[in-house]
């Protein structure tokens, strides 16, 4: 059971540790219109690449960015934010193909989160700004900037998302959709990815490790622990701190592991996973009803007790049940290789077979204990004559 835990530790803390590569680099791609930039950087998520010509006497960026792997119901943006780090404050190009094949390309500041990439007008010039829909479903936007006053290193964010009725949806939330953004030296070509999302990764590490562990294993755990020890005398009361202890133990990570996605939250409010956050709150609440109920558990000779066990049982399943959901949402979110998710699934696996098992073991147990306690010890089992002999 120790390398079960040890198991699910590692899946949740090396999620989406891998980063995304691409297939070509932007050095090799040649403009079917013969333009030529100088200067290109992979971009490292959502397929992009930006190719830029940057004179620092001008202050003027010719850019070209390059989006593959796109459908005609899809819109792409690239913005720079010249205020701050990341989505809001940018000043966005936006692209997409119309119902009629047509592309539109346009202007869009981004002055909060949830827009609507209404068209209007950025902090700083933009010029020759078109788009192109290559055979290779690849949207190209081309654009001329001026921007002398925004400094050489540039905050740049680039996105997808979906089109409906020439009208653009809202972006997906994926962990590619949030980690696309970063910072470009235009001189020397470096770049790297900002801090806050690199920081906002970590976070999301963190809460799916705390509440895998908690719902996710430590839950199970002592729910196996209560049904399936108690039947043995020797283990009384063992059973019950070992069962308390775990569960408690589950409660307290689960809390703190709740107040990493509220913090998550709070910095992201246009970012929202209704179902993942509602599923987490239900979980708290019936985690909480089970620490009190703990508190006020009736003595065994009570007759209340009866209807405790009952509460307590039907809670108890129901919290392990939702919280195994929501791990699975919350694999959704991350989208982390599909064989960190297959290891947390062979976990769950693991534990519904040493559940089966025990299951078999102590029916048979209390079966035999039921026979030996009307004194109709069944044939064979201590001997030919059933007493040892």
């Not at 999620?15 to 030529?36: D, E, G, Y």
């Not at 002592?222 to 701190?241: C, L, N, T």
């Not at 609440?285 to 007790?305: N, Y």
Request: hydrophobic share 40%; with cysteine.
């Amino acid at each position: 059971m120790a390398r079960t835990l040890q198991l699910a530790s590692f899946l949740c803390l090396f999620t989406c540790l891998i980063p995304t590569s691409h297939a070509q680099t932007c050095a090799k791609h040649a403009f079917s219109n013969n333009r030529v930039f100088k200067s290109c950087s992979d971009l490292p998520v959502l397929n992009s690449f930006l190719h830029y010509n940057y004179d620092s006497v001008s202050g003027k960026l010719q850019i070209a960015y390059r989006h593959t792997g796109t459908t005609p119901s899809t819109w792409v943006a690239w913005a720079i934010n010249p205020t701050s780090k990341g989505m809001v404050g940018s000043q966005a190009l936006v692209a997409y193909q119309m119902n009629d094949g047509s592309m539109r390309a346009y202007t869009s500041p981004i002055p909060q989160y949830r827009t609507q990439l209404r068209e209007g007008e950025l902090s700083f010039d933009v010029s020759d700004l078109s788009a192109t829909y290559e055979k290779n479903n690849e949207i190209i936007i081309f654009a001329t900037l001026e921007i002398s006053r925004n400094g050489t290193t540039l905050n740049h964010v680039w996105q997808e998302g979906a089109i409906s009725g020439n009208v653009p949806q809202m972006h997906g939330t994926s962990a590619a959709n949030m980690q696309s953004m970063g910072t470009l030296n235009l001189i020397s070509g470096e770049g790297g990815t900002i801090g806050e999302g690199s920081s906002r990764q970590r976070k999301q590490k963190i809460h799916a490790v705390l509440n895998a562990v908690s719902w996710g294993i430590l839950m199970p755990l002592g729910a196996i622990i209560a049904r399936y020890m108690k039947v043995f005398k020797s283990a009384d009361p063992a059973w019950f701190y070992l069962h308390a202890s775990c569960q408690l133990s589950a409660y307290v990570v689960g809390v703190v592991g709740w107040g990493t996605g509220l913090k998550l939250g709070s910095e992201s409010p246009g970012i929202q996973y209704s179902a993942h956050r509602t599923i987490g709150i239900i979980l708290l609440c019936l985690g909480t009803s089970q620490v009190f109920a703990l508190l006020v558990r009736p003595k065994p000779d009570q007759k209340l007790r009866f209807y405790w066990n009952i509460y307590h049982h039907l809670v108890g399943y129901g919290v392990i049940i939702l919280g195994v959901i929501n791990i699975f949402k919350g694999f959704d979110i991350l989208e982390p290789e599909r064989k960190w998710k297959n290891a947390y699934i062979g976990v769950i696996i693991a534990l519904a077979c040493n559940a089966v098992m025990l299951e078999a073991y102590t029916w048979f147990f209390l079966q035999r204990k039921r026979s030996e306690s009307e004194g109709k010890i069944p044939y064979g089992i201590n001997g030919a004559h059933g007493n040892g002999f």
